[in-house]
């Protein structure tokens, strides 16, 4: 079955920089558009950025710039490098899978779903 699980979150302090990862198994990541999310305490579930199966990448405006989404298909895994961290970047952040033919990042268009990993800036 599809299986989503992400690592690397921590605490940081402010201008630090984190490398999230998402290790997928129960299907070949390549084929699926693999996005990340966030959700802060009492907010919305928002994309952050979405990898497409050619590779091409769709990252949002509030963060582009400090932040960068690729994918290892040796390793069936992609990853979140997030730079620059503020504490309004604090978050659970989740990983998400779907096949799909575009890199939306609205929550919905997705259909699994990681445990998410936490990231907290002070």
């Known amino acids: 079955h599809v299986q989503l699980v992400e690592s690397g979150g921590g605490s940081v302090q402010a201008g630090g920089s984190l490398r999230l990862s998402c290790a997928a198994s129960g299907f070949t990541a390549s084929r699926y558009c693999l996005a990340w999310f966030r959700q802060a305490p009492g907010m919305e579930r928002k994309g952050v950025a979405a990898i497409g199966r050619d590779g091409s990448t769709n990252v949002a405006n509030s963060v582009k710039g400090r932040f960068a989404i690729w994918q290892d298909n040796a390793n069936n895994t992609i990853y979140l490098q997030v730079n620059y961290l503020g504490p309004e970047d604090t978050a659970m952040y989740y990983c998400?899978?779907?096949?799909?033919?575009?890199?939306?990042?609205?929550?919905?268009?997705?259909?699994?779903w990681g445990q998410g990993t936490q990231v907290t800036v002070s």
């Open positions: 998400a899978a779907d096949r799909l033919l575009m890199r939306p990042l609205d929550p919905s268009e997705y259909k699994y």
